[in-house]
């Protein structure tokens, strides 16, 4: 049983004639004919009374033309919702992101709400590490990390390229230094994130390089906290830029250049290569690629290879 089988019956249901049917429909009545013949033959039953000159339907054709209305009913409904897609005034966008990583999102996500406001915007929060996962299982469309994740699955684009700065409070010896080198570190105790990351291993290679002890006494959870345990002048950190920028900005910490740690800090979008985005994901990298655009712009999107 096929829909343009069913619009066939119902055509003729209505027109309560073969012929008529067959003119609504373009075709010819043989052809109408023929079409109800093989949709009687796979129901296995008959649904018109051919010996009315009305075309009368049997039980089974009453009986038929509920569903059969129902059916190309949903079909009229599939067919508008997927032009509501692509008019981007339904959909949803999916992205994993971490606490942090999330930050970054923001001016995108605030730009992308304004322009699709009947997009669904859902950013789940995940561990680093677990989010190239996520993408690659369909649990979202999107992943944002700080690194280049393994493996041939995905496709990955520069969002941001941010940098370390060394923070410190504004009363600490540092602070009005212009720059500092890495040995002039050696007796700061170092409030570092407890989470695990590339950029960790970086600073800590880097200490190593130079013979230079690297105290880190205290781990905190969350940037917000190691931020905010530096304002209390119990140490300095190294935390991305952009995490920092309005503290500087207010001078509750101060950022000391150190060229030793001038490690730059990328910020990625993940998704699954070759995969068909949706229409919301296709309208996401458009927004990004519009704020890379921009003058001034601090955001890009640019392909890694």
Do not use: W
Request: charged share 25%; aromatic share 6%; glycine share 6%.
């Amino acid at each position: 049983m096929e829909l343009f089988q069913l619009e066939t019956f119902l055509s003729v249901a209505r027109e309560k004639s073969f012929s008529r049917a067959a003119a609504r429909l373009h075709r010819t009545q043989s052809a109408v004919s023929q079409t109800i013949a093989k949709l009687e033959d796979s129901l296995g039953e008959k649904l018109f009374d051919r010996s009315s000159r009305a075309g009368s339907l049997t039980d089974a054709g009453r009986t038929l033309v509920a569903y059969a209305d129902e059916l190309l009913n949903v079909r009229e409904e599939a067919r508008d919702a997927l032009k509501e897609l692509r008019r981007l005034h339904q959909g949803k966008l999916s992205i994993a992101a971490n606490e942090f990583t999330s930050r970054y999102l923001l001016p995108v996500l605030h730009r992308f709400h304004h322009t699709h406001p009947m997009i669904r915007i859902e950013v789940k929060r995940g561990l680093a590490r677990e989010i190239p996962s996520s993408v690659l299982n369909h649990d979202v469309e999107f992943g944002v990390v700080s690194f280049r994740p393994e493996g041939e699955h995905l496709t990955s684009l520069v969002l941001y390229r941010d940098e370390l700065a060394l923070i410190v409070y504004p009363g600490h010896p540092l602070a009005q230094a212009k720059r500092v080198g890495i040995k002039d570190l050696g007796a700061e105790s170092f409030i570092a994130h407890s989470v695990l990351s590339p950029y960790r291993e970086r600073v800590i290679q880097a200490f190593k390089k130079h013979r230079t002890l690297l105290h880190m006494n205290i781990e905190l959870p969350t940037i917000e906290d190691i931020k905010h345990f530096v304002r209390m002048e119990n140490g300095v950190a190294l935390v991305p830029l952009i995490a920092v920028e309005q503290e500087i900005r207010r001078g509750d910490v101060v950022h000391v250049p150190v060229g030793e740690l001038a490690f730059e800090r990328k910020l990625r979008v993940v998704h699954r290569k070759g995969s068909v985005l949706s229409h919301a994901g296709q309208a996401f990298l458009s927004t990004c690629r519009a704020m890379a655009e921009a003058p001034g712009a601090r955001y890009m999107l640019q392909p890694e290879h």
